[in-house]
């Protein structure tokens, strides 16, 4: 096992607490920032990504590709709950020069269609990855942030050979501690309830929110994210896209288990946001402790919400893994 440090990101601060707030499994997590070498390195090495869809279990869903040489490597990036494909906009860019990179939007989430009966949780987001990876026909460097990283946990360790390595970023072995659980607890009392429509975009940017609040995103990137993360229906009101019946799984699927990451016998990088104020760094150390073959690093400069507060120095920690470990 090793443990790392990694080097220093620059982003101005701006905190926000909340109107939309959403558990772990649920959360609205983030949002969208290039930083100008980010955003020069982008342009040099890909277009602008593509939308593609699939169908698995009966449900279209959706990815976005920003292309690059499969041959190399083939990247998975599985967003956070109530997130999207969006949320990986900054990163992205910076990783496909390493080979192709594609983000998935899980069911009920983004532009993927929404399950009915209303089965989400775990058991099916790994179905989903596991059916995107086939689609792909290839392994993966499955890259997961939040919940998208308790699932990534659950593919690995129930399907070892699709994997080719894996990271995960400040996402815990599990469910959140029991003190985060209860203070969500009070905001979920609308959960599962058809989802609610606003009057216009401005009602949409007011009630958008992230959780935790912590955040070194400016007020035009959360904007934007929630832009990203919205549409207008037919009848002139505003939505968010995201099935609000992916809020109460646990009423429909019931309690679910641990991933066994002992198991795990992959590269692991696991990546902690140094203030996150979420995955605390003895919860991170002791799933490094559990992986044989993991890596443990801290990026400065970012809360819970890493791979979009310091986006250049997640894609430099996933970089390097990769070059040093596969």
């Not at 993927?112 to 987001?125: D, F, I, K, L, V």
């Not at 549409?231 to 002139?236: D, K, P, T, V, Y």
């Not at 203030?275 to 799933?287: D, P, V, Y």
Request: aromatic share 8%.
């Amino acid at each position: 096992m090793h443990v790392a440090s990694a080097a220093t990101g620059h982003h101005s601060r701006t905190q926000s607490d909340g109107t939309i707030f959403l558990g772990f499994y649920d959360r609205v997590t983030s949002s969208i920032k290039i930083e100008p070498m980010a955003q020069q390195q982008a342009a040099t090495v890909t277009p602008e990504p593509t939308s593609g869809f699939f169908e698995a279990d009966g449900i279209k869903l959706h990815y976005l590709d920003w292309g690059g040489d499969s041959d190399k490597h083939t990247f998975l990036l599985l967003h956070g709950g109530a997130a999207h494909v969006h949320w990986w906009d900054s990163v992205a860019p910076l990783l496909v020069s390493y080979g192709r990179v594609i983000a998935l939007d899980f069911r009920g989430h983004g532009r993927s269609g929404w399950a009915e009966p209303p089965h989400y949780g775990p058991s099916w987001y790994t179905n989903d990855v596991k059916a995107m990876i086939n689609h792909l026909g290839v392994r993966v460097i499955l890259v997961g942030h939040s919940m998208g990283g308790a699932v990534a946990q659950w593919v690995g360790t129930l399907y070892p050979e699709l994997i080719e390595a894996m990271i995960l970023i400040d996402a815990p072995n599990g469910p959140p501690p029991l003190m985060r659980r209860l203070m969500w607890r009070w905001r979920r009392r609308a959960r599962g309830i058809p989802r609610p429509e606003l009057k216009s975009f401005d009602d949409i940017k007011r009630k958008f929110r992230l959780s935790p609040p912590e955040t070194y995103l400016s007020k035009s990137d959360l904007e934007r994210l929630a832009r990203m993360g919205s549409i207008q229906l037919e009848n002139g009101n505003w939505a968010f896209r995201l099935d609000p019946r992916t809020r109460a799984w646990r009423k429909v699927e019931g309690r679910t288990h641990k991933p066994k990451i002992k198991k795990l016998a992959m590269p692991v990088l696991i990546l902690r946001g140094a203030q996150s104020t979420l995955i605390g760094a003895r919860s991170s150390l002791r799933m490094h402790r559990k992986i044989r073959e993991s890596v443990y690093r801290e990026i400065p400069r970012a809360y819970h919400h890493v791979p979009l507060d310091n986006p250049s120095d997640t894609a430099d920690a996933i970089i390097e893994f990769v070059n040093n470990r596969l």
